[in-house]
């Protein structure tokens, strides 16, 4: 089954914890990005890679860091600085930079 | 990007088809409307997209108005599985922003 997969479905941080979410995929797309999804509001873009070794800041980056290590992954950290982290978390990917986008089914994280 | 309007809310019976319309008066000559939807706790899903060309694939038809004003996307037989919040957005090919509005609450009742 090809597509962007994104684990665990659900997350539990505790306070000061750094967690990290998954997300690969297997359709040979040079871009990947990083949203974040509020209840009301739509979504803001965290961190995007162009291509694998290469990353930049969306508009809220703050409390966040990514790696592109390799071209099928692209995993998210949420530190301890975020400080409101509960959110619908997204990644997509495009076959290039801001072509069209295909997200994978998101991780809700939640802070204890 | 420009901005576009969207009912709140529309029902569809299982089985027809379900026409959603938006509204983008001050689209762009080199803007697209795409349109995304999603199903409630999921990541949203591509629809299609088009230019000024009607556009078809095995999920939907887009048909976009001569002054492209307005477009509306069809679903040509309503499934359950079909009720989601549906999103019209435009945007400039390559654009950085990705602008999710309010969107339409579709429910496909049987």
């Known amino acids: 089954d090809g597509g962007i997969t994104q684990s665990p479905k659900y ?73 409101n982290p509960t959110a619908f978390y997204l990644c997509a990917g495009s076959v290039r930079i801001w072509e069209t986008q295909y997200f994978g089914p998101g991780t809700r994280l939640l802070v204890l | 990007d420009a901005k576009t309007t969207q009912p709140t809310s529309m029902d569809c019976a299982e089985g027809r088809a379900a026409n959603l319309p938006c509204n983008h008066s001050t689209i762009s000559g080199n803007e697209y409307v795409y349109w995304y939807r999603q199903i409630h706790s999921q990541g949203p899903q591509y629809i299609i997209h088009g230019l000024k060309n009607n556009e078809t694939n095995e999920m939907a038809s887009l048909i976009i108005t001569e002054d492209r004003k307005s477009s509306t996307l069809i679903l040509p037989h309503a499934t359950l599985r079909d009720t989601a919040v549906y999103y019209c957005i435009v945007r400039v090919d390559n654009d950085y922003k990705l602008s999710f509005g309010a969107g339409t609450t579709v429910t496909v009742r049987a």
């Open chain 1, 11 to 83: 997350l539990f941080r505790k306070e000061g914890q750094n967690v990290t979410l998954s997300c690969e995929q297997n359709l040979n797309h040079d871009a990947m990005y990083w949203y974040r999804q509020d209840p009301g509001q739509g979504l803001r873009l965290i961190y995007y890679s162009q291509i694998v070794n290469d990353f930049q800041k969306g508009d809220i980056a703050e409390g966040y860091s990514v790696s592109r290590e390799k071209k099928e992954s692209f995993p998210l950290t949420v530190t301890s600085a975020q400080k």
